[in-house]
């Protein structure tokens, strides 16, 4: 464990989001991708809604810095990228809801057949519940698509999808830390995307200044199921 890399591998993803916010903005006022406020939104003046744009970049960036190639790591970004750009045109003008479904069903299925990410076994109350791989694969598909609308769903308030999305990472961080299991893919992802959800959070803690959008908590979602 080298506690140096793994603050600088919350920290540098943390600035390029803080940094890279005003930028995303600007993108977002010039493509109309703005939140009009109605009888039902808290805010009083168009907000611009592609922050999780700055969140997905900041991901790249840290991935680059830290990552390894894997089969299963390239699954995760070509899913990701596809999520996030289906996200940028709902923020642009609203999807049908079940296009954006049929979208995450393939997204999930991109990880799980091609990057093998499915569950082995499901414990449960004390329980080892072992399947047939192919339930295993549809649970799992299930599960993905889960997350991405759960963490979607909740993104209505200024700063409670980040802020909860935060929580997940540093909670998972911190139980690798006292275990001492910090070099697996999975703990790597957490503390870069801590970083950068972090960095959105400056940006998006009451009052907001910007929304991180469909393209930002379906990003989320997708990141905490995987």
């Known amino acids: 464990m080298n506690l140096k890399r793994e603050m600088l591998m919350i920290i540098i993803p943390f600035l390029f989001t803080l940094l890279f916010i005003p930028c995303v903005k600007k993108i977002a006022e010039f493509i109309g991708a703005m939140d009009i406020p109605n009888e039902r939104k808290v805010h009083k003046k168009p907000m611009p809604r592609l922050g999780g744009l700055a969140i997905y970049a900041s991901f790249l960036f840290g991935y680059m810095v830290y990552g390894t190639v894997t089969t299963q790591m390239l699954s995760i970004l070509i899913g990701s990228f596809v999520l996030v750009m289906l996200g940028v045109f709902d923020d642009i003008k609203p999807i049908r809801a079940k296009v954006k479904l049929l979208v995450q069903i393939i997204v999930a299925g991109i990880v799980v057949f091609y990057g093998g990410l499915y569950f082995r076994e499901i414990s449960f109350l004390g329980l080892k519940l072992i399947f047939p791989t192919w339930l295993n694969e549809f649970i799992a598909i299930f599960f993905i698509v889960g ?3 759960a963490i979607n769903l909740i993104d209505g308030l200024d700063g409670l999808c980040a802020g909860i ?4 990472f540093v909670t998972i961080s911190v139980i690798a830390l006292i275990l001492n299991k910090m ?7 957490c503390i870069i995307m801590l970083g950068a959800t972090l960095g ?3 940006h998006n803690f009451p009052p ?3 929304f991180m959008g469909d393209c930002g908590s ?5 990141m905490i199921a995987v």
């Open 218 to 222: 379906t990003f989320l979602g997708y």
């Open 165 to 168: 999305s935060s929580i997940y």
């Open 147 to 149: 997350a991405i609308n």
């Open 183 to 189: 070099g697996g893919l999975d703990i790597i992802l």
């Open 208 to 210: 907001a200044k910007t």
């Open 200 to 202: 959105f959070l400056t």
